[in-house]
């Protein structure tokens, strides 16, 4: 069974750095490529940023409003992708999911999401 | 960056009903053009991939068409477990974007 489980989401104060895991297990974790998607509370779909496979290299791409701020980086050997998050800001709010992309082209689509982990971002 | 405008942002419907949910790019996409549902307080699943194959489990009452910059999802013998959020994504080129969502409501 593909299981894809986030943590590390919590309260933290502007400016903060807070680093969320994405734990996976079920499937052969190197063949695929990782999105993180964050969703504001009531708000719609937003894709936060990317790590490619093996196959294109561990490319990384982020959305214009965490570039600079957040980073992905992957642990083939223990099937986990990271998202780091600096000088967090209150529209950061939102819950976070890790997503798995079958990694067919550069980006394919997301076949399987996490469950979320909430991250507030407030003094 | 490429903005995807769904349409309309909600509608009412009923169990039996067809309805129809629109996806505009402001660029072509070619037909890398994905769907969504989400259900209140769960994570999204996919339905439909490069715009019209259909996902693994899912029903076939889903299907997707178009191509370029014009894309629909559209639902047949629309179902109670439908009433959802239905999302678009395209993922030709980054940043990946995604529609505002489309409230199925009854």
């Known amino acids: 069974e593909v299981q894809v489980v986030e943590s590390g989401g919590g309260l933290v104060q502007p400016g903060r750095s807070l680093r969320l895991s994405c734990t996976t297990s079920?499937?052969?974790?190197?063949?695929?490529?990782v999105s993180w998607v964050r969703q504001a509370p009531g708000k719609g779909l937003e894709w936060v940023g990317f790590?490619?496979?093996?196959?294109?290299?561990?490319?990384?791409d982020y959305a214009a409003s965490v570039k600079g701020r957040f980073s992905i980086s992957r642990d083939d050997s223990k099937n986990i992708v990271y998202l780091q998050m600096n000088s967090l800001k209150s529209e950061d709010t939102a819950l976070y999911y890790c997503?798995?992309?079958?990694?067919?082209?550069?980006?394919?689509?997301?076949?399987?999401w996490g469950q979320g982990t909430l991250v507030i971002v407030s003094s | 960056d490429i903005q995807m405008t769904q349409s309309p942002a909600s509608l009412s419907a009923s169990v039996g009903d067809r309805v129809t949910i629109t996806c505009r790019a402001s660029?072509?996409?070619?037909?890398?053009l994905n769907w969504y549902q989400q259900k209140p307080g769960k994570a999204p699943r996919l339905l439909i991939y490069?715009?019209?194959s259909l996902h693994s489990g899912v029903p076939s009452r889903f299907s997707g068409t178009g191509s370029e910059t014009d894309f629909t999802l559209t639902i047949t013998n629309l179902q109670r477990e439908d009433f959802a959020t239905y999302y678009c994504?395209?993922?030709?080129?980054?940043?990946?974007?995604f529609g505002g969502g489309t409230k199925v409501e009854i």
């Open positions: 790590i490619s496979n093996s196959v294109y290299g561990g490319e990384t």
């Open positions: 660029h072509h996409v070619g037909s890398y």
């Open positions: 994504q395209q993922s030709y080129s980054s940043p990946l974007t």
């Open positions: 079920g499937f052969n974790f190197g063949d695929y490529a």
């Open positions: 997503t798995r992309d079958p990694g067919y082209s550069k980006y394919s689509w997301i076949d399987s």
């Open positions: 490069r715009t019209s």
